[in-house]
C-alpha cells in the first residue's frame, strides 16, 4: 500500500464532500461581501450578472451628467461673480461721471483716466470670468444635457460684457 492512498469510509467521504462544498461556498461569500455584488462573473447567474452590468453601465451614464450638470453651474457661478464685480466697477465709474460734470480742467484729466482705468478693468474682468474654457461673459455657448433624449438639454448662452 502506498502512503497517498488513504481509504475512506461512505460516511466519512460524504462528509468530506459536504465540508468542500461549506468551504467553496464560504469563498464565494466572502468574495461577494468584499465587492458588494450578489454576482460577480457571469457564470454565476448570466442573466442576473448582464442585467447588474447594464444598469452599472447606466448608473456612470448618470453620473457623467451628474458631473457635467455641476461644471455647468460652476461656469454659471464664474459668470455671475464676474457680473457682480462688473456691476461695482460701473458704479465706481458713475461716481467718476458725477464727480467730472463739476470737476476744472486738471481734475477733468485725472477723473477721464481713472474711468479708462475702470473701463479697461471690465474689459479685463469680462475676458477673464470664465469656466474651463466656458467664458458666458464672452459670448461662451455651453449645452447641458440630461439624459439621452434630445430634447433633454438646457443650452445657456452668454453675452458680450466688454465695454465694447
Known amino acids: 500500500m502506498a502512503i497517498n492512498d488513504i481509504t475512506l469510509a461512505g460516511g ?3 462528509n ?6 461549506i468551504s467553496a461556498l464560504q469563498s464565494r461569500t466572502t468574495e461577494r461581501l468584499a465587492t458588494g455584488k450578489r454576482v460577480n462573473t457571469a457564470v454565476d447567474d448570466p442573466a442576473a ?17 451628474k458631473d457635467a450638470m455641476g461644471e455647468a453651474i ?15 466697477l460701473i458704479e465706481q465709474a458713475k461716481g467718476l461721471t458725477a464727480a467730472a460734470r ?5 481734475d ?15 474689459d479685463k474682468l469680462a475676458a ?5 474654457g466656458t467664458n458666458f461673459l464672452d459670448d461662451g455657448v455651453l449645452v447641458v444635457e440630461f439624459s439621452e433624449v434630445a430634447d ?10 466688454s465695454t465694447a
Open 49 to 65: 450578472y448582464f442585467a447588474a452590468a447594464a444598469h452599472r453601465s447606466r448608473a456612470g451614464d448618470l453620473a457623467a451628467r
Open 102 to 106: 463739476s470737476a476744472s480742467g486738471a
Open 16 to 21: 468530506l464532500v459536504n465540508l468542500q462544498l
Open 74 to 88: 460652476q461656469a454659471v457661478k464664474a459668470a455671475s461673480q464676474g457680473i457682480d464685480a462688473i456691476v461695482k
Open 128 to 132: 477673464d470670468c470664465g469656466y474651463k
Open 12 to 14: 466519512m467521504r460524504g
Open 108 to 122: 477733468l484729466t485725472t477723473l477721464g483716466d481713472q474711468f479708462d482705468s475702470l473701463m479697461a478693468q471690465v
Open 152 to 161: 433633454s438639454n438646457l443650452t445657456i448662452t452668454g453675452f458680450d460684457a
